[in-house]
């Protein structure tokens, strides 16, 4: 995690982009007290920025040029790959931050293209609205090159909690998505529950608290499935399979009876189906792993 202190020195740096989210990344490190330059392909964007102290520059090269470190935050890696299509020379012994968001691969080739021109880079996923940013409540995502993540952890620390996740340029990517899939898990199966609650008249305010004490109970069991996960062996210490199917197919039949849509948990059921049927009646939820990811085995 990135540290903020009030010894931090002030790094030249260079934003590519200036969306909402790209004003603010702006924003933090003009507060922060670096020197800011700004590129974006309609300049009025960077009109407010200018204002503040950042200087606009007039083309993508002279924008990498301005600084030792540029951070980009483009709309999709098309924009990105236009922008820098003229830019390789200009990188060479500097630092590039890639913000925009993307697939793991996506990453791992721009990196490829990076180390070729001679530059060390980062990519990177924000968790957070821009209104966030500058703030503890920011969480960046980094990975790839461990030296650049060290030597400008006061730069990155001025947007937000800056996490390094390892060498793999990918990382970042993977973790935005793996963390987007938990997002909606959570958000479904609230949902459900409100849903059913609904038939009896009960506000999702008046369920929410209890809804809450429940998923935070299931948040607990995660690190013991992860243990069995990463050993591949999948001891019931609570549960099996075979009883999860039989509380699933209740929930279904409650839903179903209360005219409540069944179709999440009828998908939890066919997972839980398909281990059931390869054998795993009698293991824990978490070797549900193999149906997900066929590579997994249990030993």
């Known amino acids: ?24 990344l702006s924003d933090a ?3 922060a007290g670096h020197r800011v330059t700004v590129w974006n ?6 009109e407010g920025l200018v204002s503040r102290g950042a200087r606009f520059a007039g083309s993508v ?19 990105l790959q236009q922008a820098f299509a003229s830019v390789s020379e200009e990188l060479d012994g500097r630092v590039l931050v890639n913000l925009t968001s993307g697939d793991p691969e ?3 080739e721009l990196a490829r293209w990076t180390d070729q021109a001679g530059a060390r880079s980062l990519d990177g996923a924000i968790m957070a609205v821009p209104s966030t940013i500058g703030t503890a409540d920011a969480i960046i995502l980094l990975s790839g090159s461990a030296t650049a993540f060290e030597t400008h952890q006061p730069l990155l620390g001025a947007l937000g909690e800056a996490t390094f996740l390892g060498d793999d340029h990918g990382l970042s990517a993977l973790y935005d998505v793996a963390g987007l899939s938990v997002m909606w898990g959570v958000l479904n199966a609230w949902l459900q529950g409100v849903a059913l609650l609904s038939t009896a008249g009960v506000e999702a305010s008046t369920f929410t608290p209890f809804a809450a004490q429940v998923a935070q109970e299931t948040v607990r069991w995660l690190p013991g499935y992860a243990a069995q996960i ?11 399979l075979a009883t999860h199917a039989g509380g ?6 409650v839903s179903e009876k209360l005219g409540v849509d069944a179709e999440l948990p009828r998908l939890f059921g066919s997972v839980v189906a398909r281990a059931i049927a390869a054998g795993r009646s009698e293991l824990s939820y978490a070797a549900l792993i193999e149906q997900l990811a066929p590579g997994s085995s249990a030993s």
């Not at 090269?61 to 924009?79: G, N």
């Not at 699933?248 to 039949?253: D, E, P, Q, S, Y």
């Open 230 to 240: 990463d050993r591949g062996s999948f001891t019931p210490d609570d549960a099996t």
């Open 61 to 79: 090269e002279s924008a990498v040029l301005a600084s030792p470190v540029s951070i980009v935050c483009l709309s999709d890696y098309e924009s």
């Open 106 to 108: 996506q990453a791992r």
């Open 41 to 46: 392909r309609t300049a009025a964007k960077a």
């Open 1 to 24: 995690m990135a540290h903020h202190t009030s010894t931090q020195t002030s790094t030249d740096v260079t934003i590519i982009g200036l969306g909402l989210m790209g004003r603010a």
């Open 248 to 253: 699933i197919a209740h929930l279904v039949r």
């Open 29 to 31: 490190v003009l507060t």
